[in-house]
């Protein structure tokens, strides 16, 4: 439950960290792009002002340059207009500026064509007027011949033009008369500059009174407002987007960390329990280890008790004999002997058979080689008494008598023991004619393994496999600790390195026991 | 406002001590795609783009006539006659726009023009095109260059090309703009000097000593031709342009006669004379005249060096 939440919220910071990039990305194009149309915007502005000087100069120029700059202009508002359709600016103040713009550009440049034809015109006749002046005894001061509007102006508003007409017409008749063609000749080239260039100046005037009306300034002023506020707009929104975002990240990884921080307390509590509960449990075992070790010591005595009990009686019995014979004084010399070698002989069989026990009971402190089939006839050896008393019939087969091996021996022996004992008791459940444990020693792909079979009805399926869990027992209470097999299983697995395993026989129930 | 109109007017007192020269030199690395230029040579001496087989662009534009064909109207398929001179095709990049009324923005656009116009090649672009992807070299020298072969758009730009490299440089009076004085005559730079006093220069500026503006032909007195041409009303519609010409460029004049866009004026004497009378309005002496007659033949630069190369 825990670890699904942890997957949806990391997705969840996944999602977002990717659209805070996504923004992050965004808004870079954005800015560069807006960058790059405001620089063209200026740029029209920069070029519109050179042209604009360039207009205000009617003392003629290379007329290259103002064209030039006419179409740089039409370039740049060309490409303004292309960068605005691909960034997927809609915003309608700014497609309406750009087309009041576009119409603007295209009456601007006929300005600029009109301006050049009338600026050469002016240029020109201007420049005539003044060579030809003197020559008509019109005086133009010196002054005056700098600013070229005002001279031409004041020659215009004043009444010398009508001077010149009338002087004209006068000449005229005087050249007739006098036939001065070439002097009617200047005056009538005069009188035609003079009439160009105030016709010509009227139309350079209406041109810039034209010039003013577009206000072609005000248009680019107008496009960069629109752009500006729209670009700022777009700008906040884009970094607000990006705030809402980042802020988003950082709460995310705040929720993400403190559940990582729960988690991994979590985590260090169970690692803490755990341990506790296993080292509780490793005490358990060893108690319990301790309690099945002494148990099979309780059962050792009563088997010792068993052993011993037969030649007690019978050592009894012959005291008693002796201590009768004697009170009747029928002992004989050679009655003595005798009783005395029997108690010899029933004191040494004891001995012996303390000795086997004491074999069984001494823990083997190093690995030693032994053979297979001694350890089950000592096994068998200790479990007579019980097994002869239960009636039950244990029969050895071994195939191979040297199969020895190298290891604790005594560990074996208690599996063995343990084997016995749980078949011993199973039987005492079981009412049969025929109790048997089989023993089979043998080698199956080189590798040992004893076979314990018996009859004494097997395990319930049902409970099969959990014979090797500790604590499990099926035996009434105070009667089986429930660590035999568990153990048993424990020592060949972790002493012998084999196995144990058991498997269900007809009426009864086969333990292998796997050697390696 | 008061500042910048001190500005302007300090900026216009300054402007003729600074004696600009108003005419510029052409410049010796002018730039075109050398490939393409080919490709649009080829296309320019072809008679295939006409047709009846029998124009090519060269027909009219000979680079020896100074890219015109010396006649006042051309001739075209059918012998059909134009009602224009020729104009130039040398240094025609330099130009504000093309054709005497500028109705060329630009010489692609130009370019395929006189192949749909009625007397000059009389075919049509579509035809052109199916002619042109017959050419098995055509069609592999297109396919080299462009990624979608012979189409309308390449068949301009090559020509373009072509004639972006249509250039004559180094004539004599631009060695003498580059500083060379000795170059030219005392006579010549007399004559340089009466076409600045003048007011030629009102008009023939910059690089092509004149194609950068729109000019009425008869300022002071009104010229009309025998065709009765409107020049460039005919692309604008505004009464204003009517008698507006491109004003054509100087350079390689002395080769391009007859002059004027009817080709009325026979040689160069008589032409300074009449644009003297009907442009300027003024009076010159023959001796003048004379001068600036030899200083315009200074304006001869190089053949075009795509020429030399076969």
């Known amino acids: 439950m825990r670890s699904y939440k942890t997957i949806i919220s990391a997705l969840l910071l996944a999602v977002i960290s990717f659209g805070l990039i996504y923004n992050l990305i965004n808004i870079n194009n954005k800015i560069k792009n807006s960058f790059h149309i405001n620089r063209e915007l200026t740029e029209i502005k920069m070029i519109n002002r050179d042209i604009e000087f360039a207009i205000l100069d009617t003392n003629g120029q290379n007329y290259d340059a103002i064209t030039e700059k006419t179409s740089m202009i039409k370039f740049t508002v060309l490409h303004i207009k292309k960068d605005i359709q691909e960034n997927n600016i809609n915003n309608r103040d700014i497609i309406e500026n750009l087309e009041e713009l576009e119409e603007a550009l295209i009456k601007k440049i006929e300005i600029v064509e009109e301006f050049k034809s009338l600026d050469a015109i002016l240029n020109n006749t201007y420049k005539n007027c003044l060579k030809i002046a003197p020559l008509v005894d019109i005086k133009i001061e010196e002054k005056d011949k700098i600013v070229f509007r005002e001279v031409m102006l004041s020659l215009l508003s004043s009444n010398k033009i009508k001077q010149i007409f009338d002087k004209h017409k006068l000449n005229k008749i005087k050249s007739i008369q006098r036939k001065l063609y070439s002097n009617i000749k200047i005056i009538d080239l005069f009188i035609r500059n003079i009439e160009v260039y105030r016709t010509h100046f009227i139309k350079l005037q209406n041109i810039n009174k034209k010039n003013r009306e577009i206000n072609f300034d005000k248009k680019i002023d107008n496009l960069i407002n629109t752009y500006i506020s729209y670009d700022e707009k777009i700008l906040l929104y884009s970094k607000v987007t990006i705030g809402v975002f980042a802020l988003l990240v950082i709460v995310f990884l705040f929720i993400y960390y403190k559940l990582a921080y729960k988690l991994n307390k979590i985590n260090e509590n169970l690692k803490e329990t755990i341990e506790h509960e296993v080292n509780k449990n490793r005490e358990k075992e060893k108690q319990l280890l301790q309690q099945s070790k002494l148990a099979q010591m309780g059962d050792m005595v009563s088997m010792i008790a068993h052993q011993w009990r037969q030649p007690l009686n019978a050592i009894s019995a012959t005291g008693i004999n002796l201590s009768l014979l004697s009170s009747m004084n029928m002992l004989e010399d050679k009655k003595v002997q005798e009783s005395g070698e029997f108690i010899q002989e029933q004191t040494q069989k004891m001995s012996k058979t303390i000795d086997t026990f004491m074999n069984f009971v001494k823990p083997a402190k190093e690995a030693k080689e032994f053979k297979l089939s001694h350890t089950v006839d000592a096994v068998t050896q200790i479990m007579r008494t019980q097994l002869v008393n239960h009636n039950i019939k244990v029969t050895i087969e071994s195939k191979d008598k040297d199969i020895s091996i190298v290891g604790y021996e005594d560990l074996l022996e208690q599996v063995i023991i343990n084997l016995f004992a749980n078949a011993r008791d199973a039987f005492e459940e079981q009412t049969l004619e025929e109790k048997y444990i089989n023993i089979t020693i043998d080698m199956k792909n080189s590798i040992p393994i004893i076979t314990i079979e018996d009859n004494a009805g097997g395990i319930p399926k049902d409970i099969e496999d959990k014979i090797f869990n500790p604590y499990f027992t099926t035996k009434e209470q105070g009667k089986g600790t429930g660590i035999g097999l568990y153990m048993s299983m424990d020592i060949m697995k972790k002493s012998f390195g084999g196995d144990l395993r058991y498997k269900a026989t007809d009426g009864g129930s086969r333990f292998e026991i796997v050697l390696k | ?310």
């Open chain 2, 1 to 310: 406002m008061f500042k910048l109109k001190l500005l302007l007017l300090s900026l216009l007192l300054i402007y003729p001590l600074l004696a600009v020269e108003l005419i510029k030199p052409i410049p010796l690395d002018f730039k075109y795609n050398k490939e393409k230029a080919e490709l649009g040579k080829k296309l320019f001496f072809d008679t295939k783009l006409s047709r009846d087989n029998t124009i090519a662009c060269a027909t009219c534009h000979i680079m020896e006539l100074g890219g015109a064909d010396g006649e006042a109207y051309s001739t075209g398929v059918d012998g059909l006659k134009g009602n224009m001179n020729s104009p130039t095709v040398l240094n025609a990049r330099y130009n504000l726009a093309q054709m005497w009324d500028g109705s060329a923005k630009d010489l692609a656009e130009q370019s395929l023009m006189p192949i749909e116009n009625p007397v000059e090649m009389g075919n049509t672009i579509d035809v052109v095109i199916s002619t042109l992807k017959k050419d098995k070299l055509y069609k592999k020298e297109f396919q080299k260059i462009y990624v979608d072969g012979i189409t309308k758009d390449n068949l301009a730009d090559a020509i373009e090309e072509f004639e972006k490299a249509l250039v004559t440089p180094n004539s004599r009076f631009d060695q003498y703009l580059r500083g060379s004085k000795d170059v030219l005559t005392q006579k010549e730079k007399e004559g340089y000097r009466l076409f600045k006093e003048n007011g030629c220069i009102s008009c023939h500026n910059g690089i092509n000593i004149g194609g950068n503006l729109y000019q009425k032909l008869g300022i002071l007195k009104t010229y009309v031709d025998k065709l009765n041409s409107q020049g460039r009303f005919n692309v604008t519609k505004k009464s204003r342009d009517k008698y507006y010409f491109k004003v054509p460029s100087l350079r390689n004049i002395s080769k391009t006669a007859p002059y004027l866009h009817d080709g009325t004026q026979k040689n160069l004497h008589d032409t300074i004379e009449f644009m003297i009378d009907y442009q300027l309005g003024m009076i010159l002496t023959e001796q003048e005249i004379d001068k600036i007659e030899s200083f315009l033949k200074t304006l001869d630069g190089e053949a075009p060096k795509i020429m030399d190369l076969k």
